[in-house]
């Protein structure tokens, strides 16, 4: 089959060369800008644009997503009840659930429930999504692992006791009910 080859003619713009340029412009003055902002708060005694971190961590505020964990409730027992909305719900289908059946005041509970945080993108739809609050997104970011099996996060990694959610949860509700 024969191929036709047209050759576009765009119109050159008389500030197109310059582009390059004022770009470098434009970043030196950024950077330049921040430079003496950050060393004019240094000399009035402010270090609060400087985090030395691990000795110091940042106080995130209330509405921070960190990783998301299951909620264990006082009797030591997951608040899921294995719906599988939050596994609906990932858009990086990075929950695995499976169910199993109980006596217990809940009917299923979660035999397995792993997240493979390699794909997580804290993005909170499975909070949004439980209809038991069993879900929260935490306030734990450092998660990095050294291999692709430690991004990935059982249940027994991922119960938290409700009691250090507090925070987050009573955020929640405070935003919802608003
Ligand atoms: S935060 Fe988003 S990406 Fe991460 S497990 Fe929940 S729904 Fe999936
Ligand atoms: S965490 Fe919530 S949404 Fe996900 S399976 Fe459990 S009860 Fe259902």
Request: proline residues 7%; hydrophobic residues 40%; glycine residues 4%.
């Amino acid at each position: 089959m024969a191929v036709r080859i047209v050759k576009v003619k765009r119109p050159t713009q008389p500030w197109s060369s310059m582009r390059p340029w004022w770009a470098v412009v434009v970043g030196l003055w950024v950077s330049t800008r921040h430079f003496f902002v950050n060393l004019g708060r240094f000399l009035r005694g402010s270090q609060d644009f400087t985090v030395h971190f691990p000795e110091q961590r940042f106080v995130h505020p209330p509405a921070l997503r960190g990783m998301p964990v299951l909620v264990q409730m006082e009797n030591g027992k997951e608040r899921c009840v294995a719906c599988g909305l939050c596994e609906w719900a990932c858009p990086t289908t990075c929950i695995t659930i499976f169910p199993a059946e109980t006596n217990n005041e809940v009917e299923r509970y979660p035999e397995v429930f792993d997240i493979d945080m390699s794909r997580c993108m804290f993005c909170g739809y499975c909070e949004e999504a439980c209809p038991e609050e069993a879900i929260v997104m935490s306030r734990q970011v450092e998660i990095s692992s050294y291999s692709r099996q430690g991004s990935l996060w059982h249940k027994e990694d991922l119960l938290v006791p409700i009691s250090q959610l507090k925070t987050r949860i009573d955020y929640l509700r405070s935003h919802y009910e608003r």
